[in-house]
Nanobody, 130 residues
Framework: QVQLVESGGGLVQAGGSLRLSCAASGRTFSAFSSYAMGWFRQAPGKEREFVAAISWSGGSTYYADYVKGRFTISRDNAKNTVYLQMNSLKPEDTAVYYC????????????????????WGQGTQVTVSS
């Protein structure tokens, strides 16, 4: 069983920055580095939406248009952790942010779809004030 724990959320003013972390357990170091990771967010009354994803090797990254150029996803396989650096935050970025990972190693599949992922964290709240 894989457990994902997000941290780093909080309240920030528009234009500010936050760095989210997602620590994975239940997979060995070699296993963690075999799985893609994704970040999603969900605002009140809205569906969960894709934010960013990173391939198992870290060599490929993918972003939603609304965060491209502002957010950066990265991973440290030695620490079983994936990060989301968020800069130039806007009030519309306010949401609960979740990290996720699939059961199947390698590949990216339908990384923009929540249904492609099997394990989810509990989420961390990000609030951006205007």
């Amino acid at each position: 069983q894989v457990q994902l724990v997000e941290s780093g959320g909080g309240l920030v003013q528009a234009g500010g920055s936050l760095r989210l972390s997602c620590a994975a357990s239940g997979r060995t170091f070699s296993a963690f580095s075999s799985y893609a990771m994704g970040w999603f967010r969900q605002a009140p009354g809205k569906e969960r939406e894709f934010v960013a994803a990173i391939s198992w090797s870290g060599g490929s990254t993918y972003y939603a248009d609304y965060v491209k150029g502002r957010f950066t996803i990265s991973r440290d396989n030695a620490k079983n952790t994936v990060y989301l650096q968020m800069n130039s935050l806007k009030p519309e970025d306010t949401a609960v942010y979740y990290c996720a990972t699939p059961k199947s190693p390698y590949g990216m599949g339908s990384y923009v779809l929540p249904t492609w992922y099997d394990y989810w964290g509990q989420g961390t709240q990000v609030t951006v004030s205007s």
